[in-house]
């Protein structure tokens, strides 16, 4: 079945750096999205990406679709405390019965921020 | 508009008793997912439903089930619970469900003893 690698597991910052995470698939994705989830709260919408290559941008936070269709990253700029929390990238490939409402998750990357 | 919403947000049941839980999705959005969290497997697709009907199931036993109403609220049942159950179920909804996004509640936390 179809997995999603993303690294790294986790990231300690200091506040005001940028921050790289990615997530890569051993199959292609139609639809990659990335989620924020803090403790005891369900999972955040932040990006969503329809198109291979497609660059998307929410404020500090920008998203890639990879070109293969088998990878998407995410860049946080100017990273903040409240920053803080677990992302998660997570993938929907569209091919009928199998994919209706399903998303494929990555392992999430903890990030710490400290002011 | 409201979000997702899903209740009981905590529950503590026995090995052996059953679970009900709830969801009520985002108003005009037909899809619900469902998924398991857990500390050593991650989120895990349970199933979809889409008009009251399930249109795709996850790798889970028998013992999860689930449906959906006319008004696209949606229930989950956990029969003959394990140990193993102890998660955090969320459930999710989009429009249609194919390729969209989806939006999270906040989740039931499930504990089993």
């Known amino acids: 079945g179809q997995q999603l690698n993303q690294s790294p597991q986790s990231m300690f910052i200091q506040e005001g750096e940028d921050v790289s995470m990615n997530c890569t698939s051993s199959s292609i994705f139609n639809t990659w999205l990335w989620y924020k989830q803090e403790p005891g709260e369900g999972p955040v919408l932040l990006i969503a990406?329809?198109?291979?290559?497609e660059l998307t941008s929410n404020g500090r936070l920008t998203a890639q679709f990879g070109i293969t269709r088998k990878d998407s990253f995410l860049n946080i700029s100017a990273s903040i405390p409240s920053d803080v929390g677990i992302y998660f990238c997570?993938?929907?490939?569209?091919?009928?019965?199998?994919?209706?409402?399903?998303?494929?998750f990555g392992q999430g990357t903890i990030l710490t921020v400290h002011p | 508009k409201a979000g997702v919403t899903q209740t009981p947000r905590y529950l503590i049941k026995t090995r052996g008793q059953q679970v009900t839980l709830s969801c009520s999705p985002i108003?005009?959005?037909?899809?619900v997912s469902w998924y398991q969290q857990t500390p050593g497997q991650g989120l895990q697709f349970l199933f979809e439903y889409f008009s009251e009907t399930q249109r795709n199931k996850g790798n889970f036993p028998g013992r999860f089930s689930g449906r959906q109403f006319s008004n696209s609220r949606s229930e989950m049942n956990v029969s003959t619970l394990e140990l193993g159950d102890s998660a955090l179920y969320l459930c999710?909804?989009?429009?249609?469900?194919?390729?969209?996004?989806?939006?999270f509640g906040p989740g039931t936390r499930l504990t089993v003893t």
């Open positions: 997570a993938g929907q490939l569209l091919a009928g019965g199998t994919s209706y409402g399903k998303l494929t």
């Open positions: 999710a909804s989009s429009l249609e469900g194919q390729g969209g996004e989806q939006y």
């Open positions: 990406l329809y198109k291979a290559g």
């Open positions: 108003s005009g959005h037909r899809s």
